[in-house]
DNA sequence: TTGTTTTCTGCGTTTATTTGCCGAAATTCA
DNA sequence: TGAATTTCGGCAAATAAACGCAGAAAACAA
């Protein structure tokens, strides 16, 4: 097989599986390994693909481009607006850390009038620059990593609350397994929100959908409303709204 | 899997959930948890991620409560020093919230163990930071203000606590008016605080000293220790000395 | 076609990288 | 405090890369 080739070959494997070895690649077009590595050396030289060790990447892979924000922050935008809908005047509504949940709290309405009853200290800092919203902090013991407040003392006091809305973020869901997580007093927390509130509403990134993770919240039928940053009619959704979700 | 390939999955794990566990990634990606250490110690030579004990947390969500310009910091580190060699293992400790509190709760030790209660939610970041210490957060209405939470429920959550020690920052105190403050709701829990505490002990910079408030917390025989960033035998605490208040 | 030049390829050797494992030290947690 | 976990450093095996070289293949000119 002539260079030219091989190359065409090559690109066309990186593109297609975004990462080729040079011992699988040695071996399906029957040349040896050195040969691979100059061709990949090209190709790399080129541009054409990113080299490293033991074979290469499709150069859309990215890692060299930190996004020191939030990770995707824009998703987390979208979904925050879809949910500032369901706050209306009055409400009560419950709410959990995260950095969706945070968008929220950044994007809620100067004039909106509601309480906000929170675990999470960052959550707690962005309610309290809205000067007609009143911020509730349930107190008890400080979980460090994730500012969030735990504990019997929390708990008890989620379950006195009688909420109109709760909004849970940060979270794997998967049709089967339901609602998960993998901190355990967070799972505590959560579970009291979910039993306390009228509407349990669950903020995820398309990424978390259909993933698990260790430890169940709840079932994926105690959830009412499932807001992800994807138009409501999208595939991957369809599975949730014939459980009976509504898909925001 | 290519080390890069390691990379890129590593760094979307850790942006999607906050934190990741060696193990836990160990046996997701099959391989040994000295080699996710090892890629976890390039990522974090890379600044792409946090290194922890036992995994790795991200750099994305950076606390926004950095000191700001601060008034008269460097007395303020003056009095907080002085204070921290208050506490001692084990203790119970109460705090209200402010910027000299802040310092205090900056420079404590890292071996330090202790607990602290606080009614102030930048006061609460800022124990987080040490691992040592098991922070207790007072839940309750939100003052916007001060970040700190007021209300009755405070009151008697702090009521059921005894505490070895009890810091009140932020003050005006006047040999005749006692201690006093401007806001009532800050002036409840500062009572609360004060009633359920051994030892009481009042931060304030010398501008304070001899200096009155609209609404009384108390008298000044009810304060155990004074601590100012003046020296100890200065002429302007000479009188509160003569009260019986110890000063350091 | 034929001979010459240039490029390409495979091989052996050497060097570098990666990875898992082990024991000691450090850290965490109850 | 003591037990369990995590980290660190060194080591060894496996794998990959680099390098020089010789022969093969291709390109080119006459």
Redesign the interface.
Known sequence: MLKEERHAYILHQVNLHN?V?SSHLSEQIQVSEDTIRRDLAELAQDGKI?K????A?SNS?H?GI???????VEDKKTIALKAVQLIQDGMFVLTTG??TIAELARILPKDLQATFITVS??A??E??NH?NI?????????S????I?VGGE?IS?IKMIKADLCFLG?NAIDVEDGLTD?DWDVVQVKRAMISTSKKVIVLSIS??IDASEQLKICDVNEIDILITELPPNSKKLQPYKKKGIQIL
């Open positions: 990462k070895l990113i490293v060790h033991g074979g990447l892979f890692l930190t996004s020191q924000d939030v990770y995707a995260g950095t200290l960052p707690a800092f309610y309290a000067p009143e911020v509730i902090v349930i107190g008890d013991k400080l460090k990593g994730s500012k407040t929390a006091k940060n993998n990424e978390k």
